[in-house]
């Protein structure tokens, strides 16, 4: 079949115009936070900085995941929309250089919002017990590993789906990935748990958490899911996917979204439930800042939107085949997963710059507003390099006849 | 355009059999005369039964300290095996709703007989559970009704919680499963020649007639129940996890432990179906339904479920160590070095090394292999259970109250019993009852579906048995 190539629609162009602007945004705005913080600009634009970091970093991540997962399971019907999750991983290369301005940071030792590398941290009774691992060099050197096992899982996973776009007779790209998938999911688990314990749960150096990975894959598979199915709408809206994908897709994508909601729900729970029944002070110091002092306004909204709102409007069978449901759960599904991401660093930076209060307001949308355009830019490239569809995929006469 | 894809759609039947071929091979097994054989293992498992009825006996009329528990170690095997049991009960319900859910086809030929065995598990849970209430004929009392006294139950309980969690997945899969047989019990109404038979096949399935209504409202009916069962596969095992993690002992508190133990239930549950289901296949001749690709896709999932199990492990040791807590270091130490590191260590083998197997796609097509490797995983997560359950118990946080258990006798032959009461529940289902769904066979058979493109079959294609197609 031939090649999908829609780089040079006017969608994709505006996608790319978007990028830019949203990124010229967000650099803007967070010179801004930088400028109008006073004493504590830096930690509040670091802090800034990092949510937009592990919001996009996490996501474009998952996307391989996903890609890895549908080789894993054999799966028919997402070969004609597995290409959708391959196009969003183009921030992938760059994870590692996005992160030295974090890096660089906790080397300003006043300002850096990573509470363990402060002067104060070598006498901390708790935190010199972690130093093993708390401390700037091994903190590099993981997230030097993990940025380059994400790199080969890009080569490998992503790279052999786009090899199989070169023929539709060889199909050795495809079967390499079908046996060397599972390794790579076993690198996701492994790298985004230790990520999310090293960017987001050493910011609270004195906590712990043993599902903290999972919480965090959660959240990252949710969102990844509900931006794999807003671009399946879009695309197959402006007519480049009318051939690939029907109505049978959204209600998967619908399913997934609705599953992965109730999925995350279940973890947050699990953790809040269990620390708040045990009520061990070591481990309600996370809770007891983020259900007061304004916060647990943050609590209540995430409960209403990663849950309730999700699940009430993707229960019903006929609901998921209908657009404008399908785009509202997704997008609450992202705006759920972004204040769940701002819940869970930015209090721990008011501990760090000794602020009681919320610390919350148009300084936290820059951060993610430059990573967002980084991401539709990289996003808009993909598509102009390459098949929207992984066209010759062995299994995507499936995708076109199955139902769901 | 199309490829041969043999390799990975291979097909989920053998054979090519018609429509009407597999209902007389599955029915044949309730229509066989009973063989001497048959009876003789009916008889042993239900001696094995029999005996663990006698030691529970004992138990009640001399009083829980005929077993081995004391001081610090207040739950042993009677918790060991609830949970063991519970876990077991869970492969069932997955197979049967959540692989339902996903459209998961091979999941025809073995949801069955791995519901049954949720069932019974189940009732071995029961059994263990309430013998280890010490009086167990005031069961009662854990139930919340309304009273003269007003006596309620404790409900910030976990135990409480326990017994809500337990008898709700109980009574859904009981009627999931049960939803399930309808088609295939008027079949066999339909098929046996014994009067007695016909009339008590015929009362079980509701008056099925095969019309298209009754197709359609059983379709619905069974699309619901999934809906509703697929919560409880999670919500059961993670209730039975907050058994520990509300207290605060270390090794018991940790929020990993709700879907850490839901994973070890699906593992252990997928393991105890494989072991049976080799057997019941081998025994029953089930090969050109229950084939290399089912053994192959349930060893895959033992693997993946074995190395969440590993991922949990791991992360507990980790946790331990970066939370400072000097009472979780200690005690994740004394698990590896300390009075139960033989238990430890064979659940580590067991749950983590042992399937480590699955990797190559020879092993998993290996029966022998797979068959040693599924009883490892059954030892290991009974040793994972007790591991957690004694290692944090037997030191106590005063040295003075540090003890050591081991069972007795009684809690050993209860043990013997619960599998006795597993396997005699399962040989009388393996015999009277459809041991493969045949209606949903048929739904996967070549030509049965509308839209199947490849290996239209004319024999299948015009046979009329059933109104099977419907079941997409």
């Known amino acids: 079949m031939s090649h999908v190539n829609i780089g040079s629609s006017p969608f994709i162009a505006k996608l790319q115009r978007n990028g830019f602007i949203l990124t010229a945004l967000g650099a803007l705005g967070m010179a801004a936070v930088y400028f109008t913080g006073g004493e504590h600009g830096l930690e509040r634009l670091m802090a800034d900085y990092l949510i937009g970091f592990w919001l996009i970093t996490g996501i474009s991540v998952t996307m391989m995941f996903f890609s890895a997962l549908q080789y894993l399971a054999r799966a028919g019907w997402s070969s004609s929309i597995r290409r959708i999750a391959e196009n969003f991983t183009g921030f992938v290369p760059f994870i590692l250089v996005a992160a030295i301005p974090i890096i660089l940071n906790m080397f300003s030792h006043h300002h850096s919002i990573y509470e363990w590398t402060h002067e104060s941290a070598a006498t901390d009774p708790i935190i010199m017990k972690k130093a093993a691992y708390l401390n700037e060099t091994f903190f590099i050197v993981r997230l030097a590993i993990y940025g380059l096992l994400w790199f080969g899982m890009l080569r490998f996973v992503v790279g052999n789906s786009l090899k199989q776009d070169a023929s539709a007779d060889d199909i050795t790209p495809t079967r390499r990935n079908w046996k060397r998938a599972a390794p790579w999911v076993l690198v996701y688990a492994l790298t985004i748990t230790f990520c999310s314990f090293d960017l987001l749960m050493s910011l609270e150096p004195h906590w712990f958490s043993t599902i903290w990975g999972v919480y965090a894959f959660a959240g990252n598979f949710v969102s990844a899911l509900a931006i794999i199915t807003l671009m399946t709408i879009a695309l197959r809206k402006s007519g480049h996917l009318a051939k690939y994908v029907t109505d049978e897709h959204y209600h998967d994508l619908g399913k997934l979204m609705f599953a992965f909601s109730v999925f995350w729900a279940y973890i947050a729970f699990s953790q809040y439930f269990i620390i708040w029944y045990a009520n061990l002070p070591e481990e309600t110091i996370y809770f007891t800042f983020r259900t007061a002092n304004g916060w647990q306004w943050f609590g209540i909204v995430l409960v209403l939107l990663h849950f309730i709102m999700p699940f009430a409007l993707l229960l019903r069978q006929d609901v998921k085949r209908k657009i404008t449901m399908l785009k509202t759960a997704a997008y609450v599904i992202l705006l759920s997963h972004f204040i769940d991401v701002i819940w869970i660093v930015m209090p721990a930076i008011s501990k760090v710059i000794k602020h009681d209060g919320i610390l919350f307001g148009w300084q936290e949308f820059t951060g993610v507003m430059f990573f967002a355009g980084v991401f539709c830019i990289l996003t808009a490239r993909n598509y102009m390099k390459r098949s929207a569809v992984a066209v010759n995929d062995p299994l995507v006469h499936e995708a076109l006849e199955y139902t769901s | ?472």
């Open chain 2, 1 to 472: 355009m199309m490829h041969e894809l043999e390799p990975v759609r291979e097909p989920l039947v053998l054979g090519n059999p018609s429509m009407r071929d597999v209902t007389a091979r599955i029915a044949s097994i309730v229509e066989s005369k009973i063989s001497l054989k048959y009876l003789l293992t009916l008889g042993f498992t239900a001696t094995m039964a029999a005996w663990g009825l006698f030691a529970l006996y004992y138990t009640i009329t001399t009083g829980i300290g005929a077993w081995g528990l004391n001081n610090p170690i207040g739950w042993g095997w009677d918790i060991t095996n609830f949970v063991f049991w519970i876990g077991i009960g869970h492969a069932g319900t997955l197979i049967s709703a959540i692989l339902f859910l996903w459209r998961q086809k091979w999941r025809t030929a073995i949801n069955r007989s791995a519901e049954a065995m949720t069932i019974f598990a189940v009732i071995c849970a029961l059994t263990m559970v309430l013998s280890h209430t010490g009086r167990p004929w005031l069961f009662y009392w854990l139930l919340p009704y309304p009273n003269q006294m007003q006596m309620w139950i404790n409900f910030r309980s976990p135990l409480a919680w326990d017994v809500f969690a337990v008898n709700t997945y109980f009574t859904v899969s009981a009627l999931f499963w049960f939803v399930g047989l309808i088609p295939d019990l008027a079949t066999l109404r339909n098929y046996v020649r014994s009067e007695i038979a016909k009339k008590i096949y015929g009362v079980l399935s509701l008056g099925w007639t095969g019309s298209t209504r009754h197709w359609h409202h059983y379709e619905i009916a069974y699309m619901i129940l999934a809906g509703i069962s697929t919560p409880l596969v999670l919500s059961v095992h993670s209730v039975v996890s907050f058994d520990f993690t509300v207290g605060i002992m270390p090794g018991w508190h940790t929020t990993i432990f709700p879907p850490y133990f839901v994973a070890g239930a699906i593992f252990s549950g997928f393991a105890m179906v494989m072991t049976l289901l080799i057997i019941a296949r081998e025994i029953l001749d089930l090969k050109q339904f229950i084939t290399l690709k089912h053994l192959d896709n349930m060893n895959k999932i033992m693997l993946a479920t074995g190395m969440m199990v590993g991922y949990a492990y791991g992360m507990e040791f980790f946790i331990a160590w970066y939370s400072g807590s000097d009472w979780e270091n200690w005690i994740f130490q004394n698990r590896l070095f300390g009075d139960y590191a033989w238990a430890y260590w064979t659940m580590v083998t067991c749950n983590v090394v042992s399937p480590q197997v699955f990797w190559f796609r020879k092993l998993r097509r290996n029966i022998p292999l797979m068959f040693v490797i599924s009883i490892f995983i059954n030892i290991g997560m009974w040793f994972e259970r007790f591991t957690i359950i004694a290692t944090t118990l037997h030191h106590d946080f005063l040295p003075a109250s540090w003890g050591y258990y081991s069972p007795t006798w009684v809690e050993i032959s209860i043990f013997i019993g619960t599998f006795g009461i597993f396997l005699t529940l399962f040989l009388l289902f393996a015999k009277f009852v459809p041991v493969i769904a045949i209606a949903e066979i048929k739904s996967i058979l070549p030509g049965a579906q509308p839209a199947h493109h490849h290996g239209h079959d004319e024999h299948a294609a015009t046979s009329s048995t059933t109104s099977a197609e419907v079941h997409s």
